[in-house]
């Protein structure tokens, strides 16, 4: 059966300090990747998507970035956080693009 | 531009009863599909029933069914005999039915939060 997971579970981060938060799919090859982010009280906001190693497509413009080194790896990053940048991240993963997509645990981020 | 709506922030309900959280949705789409995605406090999000919207015949997972109205562009979640671990923040989701390489962009409603009370 697949399994995603991502780590750290929980950050907390000083502003200005760079971000790398981890994502790893097993159990499938060629998924499609997904960074969401989830403010307080708030539905998720897709961040990028990724349908192949090193194809990436940003949604959302910001502070952040993402990488796919791997078929079943996902990285954000950021070089610099900010105080806005806090929040709640989920990695998800689906076969294709009509398929059901499915979430790893989170990374709770917060940025003093 | 698709949007979802859940008009309803918090919801309570008594263990054993049933309960229905409500979702409409915008689009100019004909071939779509709809989530309903729970949230527990642990955080973790997942997934609960999913609808095509080419289907007529409304799913069901369990406890757990929909009442899909594709002309009044409604999805409504029905919970049956709740239990204590059906606590949690409730999200309905669209997703585009999706050609080629494109990804899945699924669309979030901003959740409804559901209490189930011994």
């Known amino acids: 059966s697949q399994t995603i997971h991502q780590w750290p579970a929980t950050l907390v981060q000083p502003v200005g300090s760079p971000l790398s938060l981890e994502c790893t799919v097993e159990g499938t090859s060629n998924p499609n990747l997904y960074w969401y982010r989830q403010a307080a009280g708030r539905g998720l906001q897709l961040l990028f998507y990724?349908?192949?190693?090193?194809?990436i497509s940003s949604e959302v413009p910001q502070n952040l970035s993402a990488s796919r080194p791997q078929d079943r790896q996902f990285i954000l990053s950021s070089k610099k956080l900010l105080l806005s940048d806090s929040g709640f991240y989920l990695c998800a993963w689906s076969k294709n693009a009509n398929q059901p997509q499915h979430f790893g645990d989170g990374t709770r981020l917060s940025i003093l | 531009a698709q949007t979802v709506t859940q008009s309803q922030p918090e919801m309570s309900v008594q263990e054993a009863e049933t309960v229905t959280l409500s979702c409409t949705y915008d689009t100019s789409e004909s071939n779509y599909y709809l989530f309903w995605y729970k949230q527990p406090p642990s955080r973790q999000m997942i997934l609960v029933i999913r609808?095509?919207?080419?289907?007529?015949q409304n799913a069901t997972e369990n406890r757990f069914s929909v009442n899909f109205q594709k002309a009044a562009k409604s999805f409504s979640l029905k919970i049956s005999d709740s239990q204590l671990g059906d606590t949690a923040m409730y999200f309905c989701?669209?997703?585009?039915?999706?050609?080629?390489?494109?990804?899945?962009?699924?669309?979030f409603g901003k959740g409804t939060k559901l209490s189930v009370k011994p």
């Open positions: 989701a669209f997703m585009k039915l999706n050609y080629g390489g494109s990804q899945g962009n699924l669309i």
């Open positions: 609808q095509e919207a080419y289907k007529q």
């Open positions: 990724s349908i192949g190693i090193d194809q």
